[in-house]
């Protein structure tokens, strides 16, 4: 087949996506596709033409992820020509000439419905679900009032839409972006300076910020595809809480999978985790998390639709425990992604 995998863009999780697309791009090309990893703002000078008989390496230029968000002005500042338009030069009519366009996009404009919406129009196939489930998903306030309706427990929140905000929450709180990953704008507050300060930084990311109840305990995630969950992984970070860094430099977080929890606490999450992609329409696959207090209470705290596959990643590793390797699962997204398209027809 001929896949372009889609990466990079101007997310703050901009970075990892580009490791996730030189991960699935080397996968796809050891499965013997014809591949191209697209960073899908800067685009490519190459006219789509003949474009997939190419012999480039199309990830030499890929960097390990940082320990801090990247710099996206000196993204922008990079691209020629116009910065205004978000597809770069000759990406979609490279993407039009792929049998699919796989998404290894995280963050805004890749999870959160967008290039699926635009590639819908163009008849563009891509993997992972569609517009209107990728949009719900990536609004943490929305996603969780579908989880409420569906019966899936979550922390209490509430959205601030101005910093000037008089709302005071109980402490420690949890202060996040409403359309965030990578836990990017994601901040612990422990009293009334650190709430403000939170808020404050939480701001100069977007217009809408929520305030979440803090909930202390084991920290779990679960991979659902196709309506069924894979193994859970418990999340255990050696220092603070699963934050950027933590989540992609290696060594930082002590990950265990298939966790070491009870049947019926393994089955709950599993089932919670099933309940909250119905909640949200996803198709293909996704990925839920969870917190469980000290009396064994499970809150989903979001969902992922375009979750990471770096190699520190977490669905990588629910896949491995039931015998799936990394190239296979990436066969296996683009085998189901494509059976979405077939049962649209």
């Known amino acids: 087949m001929k896949i372009v995998v889609l990466a990079g863009g101007l997310s703050t999780e901009r970075d990892v996506s580009l490791v996730t697309g030189r991960c699935v791009y080397e996968a796809l090309l050891r499965r013997g596709h014809k591949v191209i990893l697209l960073d899908v ?10 474009i997939f008989d190419l012999d480039l ?40 000439a792929a049998d699919i366009v796989f998404m290894a996009l995280h963050g805004d404009c890749g999870e959160n419905g967008k290039i699926q919406a635009a590639f819908d129009l163009l008849g563009i196939k891509y993997t992972g ?53 990578s836990s990017v704008g994601v901040y ?24 979440e109840q803090y909930v202390a305990g084991r920290e779990f995630t679960c991979c659902v595809i ?29 990950e265990t999978c298939p966790a070491d929890v009870d049947d019926k606490t393994r089955d709950h999450i599993q089932a919670e985790a099933v309940k909250a992609y119905n909640a949200l329409g996803i198709r293909t696959y996704a990925r839920m998390d969870f917190i469980m207090d000290d009396s064994g209470k499970v809150y989903c705290l979001e969902a992922n639709t375009l979750p990471g596959m770096t190699p520190t990643s977490l669905i990588p590793q629910e896949a491995a425990a039931i015998g799936v390797e990394y190239d296979s699962l990436c066969e296996w997204i683009i085998e189901i992604s494509m059976k979405k398209w077939e049962d649209n027809a």
């Open 41 to 50: 703002y800067l685009g490519c000078e190459q006219d789509a033409e003949g």
């Open 57 to 96: 390496d199309w990830a030499a230029k890929v960097c390990p992820i940082g320990d801090t968000a990247p710099d996206l002005d000196r993204v922008r500042a990079a691209r020629s020509g116009s910065s205004r338009e978000f597809f770069g030069p000759n990406v979609i009519k490279i993407c039009q």
């Open 129 to 181: 679900t569609d517009s209107i489930s990728s949009s719900l998903a990536m609004d943490k306030m929305i996603s969780k009032q579908l989880f409420r309706l569906y019966g899936v427990q979550v922390p209490d929140s509430r959205m601030l839409k101005s910093e000037d905000d008089d709302y005071r929450p109980e402490f420690p709180c949890v202060v996040k972006i409403c359309n965030g990953g």
């Open 188 to 211: 612990m507050a422990g009293n009334e300076a650190e709430y403000q300060s939170a808020v404050h930084d939480a701001f100069t990311y977007e217009n809408r910020v929520m305030v």
């Open 226 to 254: 196709e309506g069924k969950p894979l193994p859970l992984v418990e999340i255990d970070p050696k220092d603070g809480f699963y934050d950027y860094r933590n989540k992609y430099q290696a060594g930082s977080t002590i």
